[in-house]
């Protein structure tokens, strides 16, 4: 169990524990009253949770059923009701919705095959060979999932290619920028901010 602000939120050993990367998030968060949000990713819920106490509405999306499960618990703990809990791989679960924030803390590791486990909670760091397996297959479907001036926030690393990020959201139309960071160890983890323009 942790506490933030208050709020207690349950924690799961197959479930990734919010860290320094979950915090810089959560101080970073950009959300406005009227909108509607998708989380890829929620883990325990926490910022799908901080987030609904000042969006219309949420949907949260975790691949790993242990997160989905968390992510409700602690929704349902925290009286967080306007919360819609789904399971499945990044967009599947919203196809054909559209939505005015998409945010993703994302598996921003890079993770040879000899690193793997065999446990749920790989998903929340493997970021495959260079680290930006799940985050470019996140920004190939990105655009269409947002409406009209939407935006995006995620977090990433030094070691997976920020610059990279940054122009591939510029290409698509994006204004994009590193809105934060924090230097931790070995790697910079920063937050990149994106509006359609
Ligand atoms: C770094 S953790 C972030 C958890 C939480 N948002 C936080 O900041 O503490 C990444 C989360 O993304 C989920 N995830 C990884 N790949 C995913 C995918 N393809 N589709 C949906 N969720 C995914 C993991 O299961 C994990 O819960």
């Not at 509405?57 to 975790?62: L, P, Y």
């Not at 493997?126 to 977090?155: A, C, N, S, W």
Request: some cysteine; proline content about 4%.
């Amino acid at each position: 169990m942790i506490k933030y602000n208050e709020m207690e939120f349950q924690t799961h050993l197959e479930v990734y524990e919010p860290a320094e990367d979950t915090f810089l998030f959560l101080d970073n968060l950009n959300i406005k009253e009227n909108d509607y949000v998708l989380e890829i990713g929620p883990g325990t819920g926490i910022i799908s949770i901080i987030a609904s106490k000042t969006a219309e509405n949420v949907v949260a999306v975790d691949i790993n059923p242990h997160a989905v499960e968390c992510t409700r618990k602690n929704a349902e703990h925290n009286k967080a009701f306007n919360i819609g809990v789904r399971e499945g791989d990044l967009f599947d679960p919203v196809k054909g919705e559209k939505f005015d924030l998409i945010l993703f803390n994302t598996p921003y590791l890079p993770t040879g095959e000899d690193e793997k486990v065999d446990d749920q909670l790989e998903a929340a760091w493997d970021g495959g060979e260079e680290g930006r397996e799940t985050i470019d297959r996140f920004l190939d479907e990105l655009y269409d999932h947002l409406k009209p001036h939407g935006r995006v926030q995620m977090v990433q690393s030094s070691l997976s290619d920020i610059p990279k990020t940054l122009k591939r959201l510029e290409e698509m139309g994006f204004e994009a920028a590193v809105t934060a960071s924090e230097h931790y160890f070995f790697e910079e983890v920063v937050v990149i901010t994106g509006t359609i323009s």
